[in-house]
T-cell receptor, first 113, second 114 residues
Framework: GAGVSQSPSNKVTEKGKDVELRCDPI?????LYWYRQSLGQGLEFLIY????????KSGLPSDRFSAERTGGSVSTLTIQRTQQEDSAVYLC???????????FGQGTRLTVV | AQSVTQLGSHVSVSEGALVLLRCNYS??????LFWYVQYPNQGLQLLLK??????LVKGINGFEAEFKKSETSFHLTKPSAHMSDAAEYFC????????????FGAGTRLFVKA
């Protein structure tokens, strides 16, 4: 299991509910990214963690979105009070150091109904 | 702050023809540049990258890209398209010194006609 693992792979939720998306990065990778890919859109940067530094949250689209990374490893992206426009594929990636190759997980497809 | 522009959301070529996918970037410091590919129903994988050194970089599946600082470009090429090249291609930039996040372009979907 050397790759980036994301769970769940698919999530259908009702509008207004909270959801949590999980990412297990590659062991030893210090950098972790969350991106969002909407239909017909590119990859939208959400948040970046690097080691013990304060995360770069500049891409989070609203205060309904938050993320944490525990122990420098697993990360959870939380979306509160989901809206239909939150429907997208949420991708997690990890990297052994900044500015080198990012290894992507398969993503979580979120559908808000 | 860095940014990436990919010209053309869709590109269609015939099998055997030249593939050219355009990418322009902006960065306040020397950039690291990447091309990623996403095949249908698969995750993103690295195609090639430029960090320092030789400006012409070769990647997997016969693709290559050239970093042109004067033109702030990093176009992706392949001399002869194959049906299996049909995919979405993303150009990305990461600032090479001290910058953290990698910014992706909007992507270009490549169609290959028989």
């Amino acid at each position: 299991g050397a790759g980036v693992s994301q769970s769940p792979s698919n999530k259908v939720t009702e509008k207004g509910k909270d959801v949590e998306l999980r990412c297990d990065p590659i062991s030893g990778h210090t950098a972790l990214y969350w991106y969002r890919q909407s239909l017909g859109q590119g990859l939208e940067f959400l948040i970046y963690f690097q080691g013990n530094s304060a995360p770069d949250k500049s891409g989070l689209p609203s205060d309904r979105f938050s993320a944490e990374r525990t122990g420098g490893s697993v990360s959870t992206l939380t979306i509160q009070r989901t809206q239909q426009e939150d429907s997208a594929v949420y991708l997690c990636a990890s990297s052994p150091w900044q500015n080198t190759e990012a290894f992507f997980g398969q993503g979580t497809r979120l559908t808000v109904v | 702050a860095q940014s990436v522009t990919q010209l053309g959301s869709h590109v269609s070529v015939s099998e055997g023809a030249l593939v050219l996918l355009r990418c322009n970037y902006s960065s306040s410091v020397p950039p690291y540049l990447f091309w990623y590919v996403q095949y249908p129903n698969q995750g993103l994988q690295l195609l090639l990258k430029y960090t320092t050194g030789a400006t012409l970089v070769k990647g997997i599946n016969g693709f290559e890209a050239e970093f042109k600082k004067s033109e702030t470009s990093f176009h992706l090429t392949k001399p002869s398209a194959h049906m299996s090249d049909a995919a979405e291609y993303f150009c990305a930039v990461s600032e090479g010194t001290g910058g953290f996040k990698t910014i992706f372009g909007a992507g270009t979907r490549l169609f290959v006609k028989a």
